[in-house]
């Protein structure tokens, strides 16, 4: 089960469609641009490595955005034209067409810059807070357990953090309750090194659409297919019926989209910078 529709076939829009026909775990995945049927280019190339790769994820293209009508979830990636990320006021006019359409799927945005749009979407057009959201925090989080892998000599894989805020200046790592090979981050590192490593993030952000990509994948089945596992995502907070903030908290995901915002553990300085990066640009 599964069809998603993603908005936008360049760099980032492509990668995610072939990030989930790898995983092959949706039905369909739908590429969507108007530009010279590079979506439709996309979607062939992709169908015909599946002998290759072993999926049965069916991979479609479109120019159309009324044909993600009927998605489970739709995902919002880079225009095919400059591989430039749906954003701003164009992106608020993708979205406004979207729900134009009759579109009530809850919307992944899989780039690094839609954070804002995440805001729009809430302030201007009123769409429900748990209904849209961010998966680039996850890609910074995988970013981050790589580098703490080198400083370990081992396996990112065994590394557990939480990102929150609002990357890259604002960014909060809760080294505190992050985890390696089942043990305390902060008995295995030395402090100077976890500095070190927080110091950068500014360079590590925005994450590559590959990156970018499997982030959001794994955010996209989650929200389509039910988990039990925690992400780091862009959403919009609760700061009053008028305002809104969005930056990224870890959220429980389900068919709705954020079905529960998580509180992580942070030291009283960290939870100071969460709460400064959740005063910075607001929506009203």
């Known amino acids: 089960m599964g069809f998603i529709a993603i908005v936008g076939s360049g760099a980032l829009g492509g990668a995610v469609a072939q990030a989930l026909a790898a995983r092959d775990r949706v039905t ?12 439709r280019g996309k979607a062939l190339d992709i169908q015909q490595s599946a002998p290759v790769d072993s999926f049965s994820t069916k991979i479609t293209g479109a120019e159309s955005i009324e044909s993600a009508v009927g998605a489970d979830v739709i995902v919002i990636a880079d225009a095919a034209a400059g591989n430039a990320e749906h954003a701003g006021e164009a992106g608020l006019g993708l979205l406004r067409s979207l729900t134009r359409g009759g579109s009530r799927a809850p919307i992944v945005c899989a780039g690094a810059a839609q954070a804002d749009l995440i805001a729009l979407a809430v302030s201007e057009l009123r769409l429900p807070r748990h209904s849209v959201l961010g998966s680039a925090p996850l890609a910074l989080e995988s970013a981050l357990r790589a580098l703490v892998g080198i400083a370990l000599d081992g396996s990112a894989v065994e590394v557990s953090l939480r990102v929150v805020g609002l990357p890259p200046r604002a960014a909060v790592v809760a080294w505190e309750e992050a985890t390696a090979y089942g043990q305390p981050l902060a008995t295995q590192v030395p402090p100077h090194v976890i500095a070190g490593i927080q110091a950068r993030i500014p360079g590590l952000w925005p994450p590559g659409p590959y990156a970018l990509a499997s982030a959001a994948a794994r955010v996209i089945e989650a929200v389509a297919l039910g988990s039990r596992r925690r992400f780091s995502c862009f959403v ?18 389900g068919p709705q989209g954020v079905q529960r915002v998580l509180e992580p553990a942070l030291t009283t300085q960290e939870r100071t910078s969460l709460g400064n990066a959740m005063e910075g640009p607001r929506r009203t």
């Open 236 to 253: 919009a907070t609760d700061s009053g019926p008028q305002r809104v903030s969005v930056c990224a908290m870890p959220v429980e995901l």
């Open 28 to 39: 369909e995945v739908r590429l969507i641009d108007p530009t010279n049927q590079i979506a």
